[in-house]
C-alpha cells in the first residue's frame, strides 16, 4: 500500500524531532499516518470542489480538524 510506503519514508525524519520514549516510533509513524490521511481528504474535497479552492488551505483545514 503507498500509505504504509510513505509511512515508512516520513515517520524516521519525525521521530527525531519527538521527545524520547519508549513509543516514539509509534508517535512518529501515527503522525506520519494522520499527515498522509489529511492530505488524501484535502485532495479529494479539492477534487469536489472542481479544484477552485486553495489546496494548503484545504491541508490545513484538514489538520485542525484532527486537531482538536
Known amino acids: 500500500m503507498k500509505q504504509a ?15 524520547a520514549s519508549g513509543h516514539r516510533t509509534l508517535q512518529a509513524r501515527a503522525i506520519a499516518a494522520a499527515a498522509i490521511v489529511c492530505l488524501h481528504a484535502a485532495n479529494e474535497e479539492w477534487v469536489r470542489l472542481g479544484g477552485q479552492a486553495d489546496m494548503l488551505d484545504l491541508y490545513d483545514t484538514a ?3 484532527i486537531r482538536r
Open 5 to 19: 510506503r510513505w509511512q515508512d519514508l516520513f515517520a524516521p525524519l519525525i521521530e527525531p524531532r519527538l521527545p
Open 63 to 65: 489538520v485542525q480538524a
